[in-house]
C-alpha cells in the first residue's frame, strides 16, 4: 500500500503511522509549578539525544481544546523536570496518570505513587521507579500542525542528575530484566522488555565504540589526549 499523510487516504479501519515506528520509550514526567502543585504525565514520543552531556527530549501535542499540555508550561515556566523510567508493575499509575484532568491536580496522589525529592531542584521524583533524571529545560521546538491537536511542543532538557537504585544492577550494569521498561507501540498496545542481546558493529574503532555505548568518561578522556599543549 502507499498513502500521503493528509493528501491521500490509507483506507484502513486505524491509522498506520505510530504503528510503524515502534517500540517507544515512554517519557514520564514529571513537573511542578509555580504554585508548588505537581504533575506527572506519560508521554510516547520522547528520547535522549546525546550523552556528553546528556540531554533529553519529549514531544507533547496539544489537547483536543488546542491547549499546551501541563508539563510543558511547567517545564518553561519553572525550567526544571524529572523523567522516570515507566515500569511493567507501575504500568497502571502510567495510565492513570495519563487522563487529562484540570490544571493543578496531582496526578501522584490520583495514581497512589509516592513523591520522592529531587536532589538539585525541586520536583517531585516517583520512588517506586528505580530509575530517574533530574533535567534542567533547555528549549522547546514548537511544530506547527493541523488543529485540534496537530501542533506539537518538543522539549529538550539537559540532564543534571541520575538517580539508579541498587537493586537493578547486575555486575556494574542497568539490568533490564530487572526494571522491565514498558514501551508504546501502535493504536492502544504496549510491549514489556525482558530480553536483549548484544551486537557489535565489526571493524569500528574503539573510539565509535565509546560513542555508541555512550561513555562520558572515555569521551573527555579523548577530549585530553587531542588537546596539544599550549591550548592549540
Known amino acids: 500500500?502507499?498513502?500521503?499523510?493528509?493528501v491521500t487516504e490509507h483506507n484502513l479501519p486505524h491509522d498506520p503511522f505510530k504503528a510503524c515506528v515502534v517500540p517507544r520509550p515512554i517519557g514520564w514526567i514529571s513537573t511542578q509549578n509555580k504554585s508548588g502543585q505537581a504533575n506527572l504525565a506519560p508521554y510516547s514520543q520522547f528520547n535522549?539525544?546525546?550523552?556528553?552531556?546528556?540531554?533529553?527530549?519529549?514531544?507533547?501535542?496539544?489537547?483536543v481544546e488546542g491547549e499546551r499540555k501541563d508539563t510543558v508550561v511547567n517545564a518553561e515556566q519553572t525550567g526544571k523536570f524529572v523523567w522516570n523510567l515507566a515500569t511493567w508493575e507501575l504500568r497502571e499509575a502510567v495510565n492513570i496518570s495519563a487522563e487529562q484532568v484540570p490544571y493543578g491536580v496531582d496526578e501522584f496522589?490520583?495514581?497512589?505513587?509516592?513523591?520522592?525529592p529531587a536532589t538539585l531542584m525541586d520536583v517531585p521524583m516517583v520512588e517506586q521507579s528505580p530509575v530517574?533524571?533530574?533535567?534542567?529545560?533547555?528549549?522547546?521546538?514548537?511544530?506547527?500542525?493541523?488543529?485540534?491537536?496537530?501542533?506539537v511542543d518538543v522539549v529538550i532538557g539537559r540532564v543534571v542528575a541520575v538517580h539508579i537504585k541498587d537493586e537493578v544492577l547486575t555486575d556494574g550494569k542497568l539490568d533490564i530484566r530487572k526494571t522491565q521498561p514498558i514501551a508504546r507501540c501502535g493504536y492502544y498496545e504496549y510491549t514489556v522488555v525482558k530480553e536483549t542481546f548484544d551486537m557489535v558493529i565489526p571493524g569500528m574503532s574503539e573510539d565509535v565504540l565509546y560513542g555508541l555505548e555512550g561513555n562520558a568518561r572515555r569521551n573527555r578522556e579523548a577530549q585530553s589526549r587531542d588537546v596539544k599543549p599550549g591550548g592549540q
Do not use: H, I, W
Open 1 to 6: 500500500m502507499f498513502y500521503q499523510p493528509g
Open 48 to 63: 535522549n539525544l546525546t550523552f556528553d552531556p546528556p540531554y533529553v527530549m519529549f514531544s507533547s501535542n496539544q489537547t
Open 109 to 116: 496522589t490520583r495514581a497512589n505513587l509516592t513523591k520522592e
Open 132 to 151: 530517574k533524571f533530574e533535567c534542567e529545560y533547555f528549549t522547546t521546538l514548537r511544530l506547527p500542525g493541523n488543529p485540534p491537536m496537530g501542533t
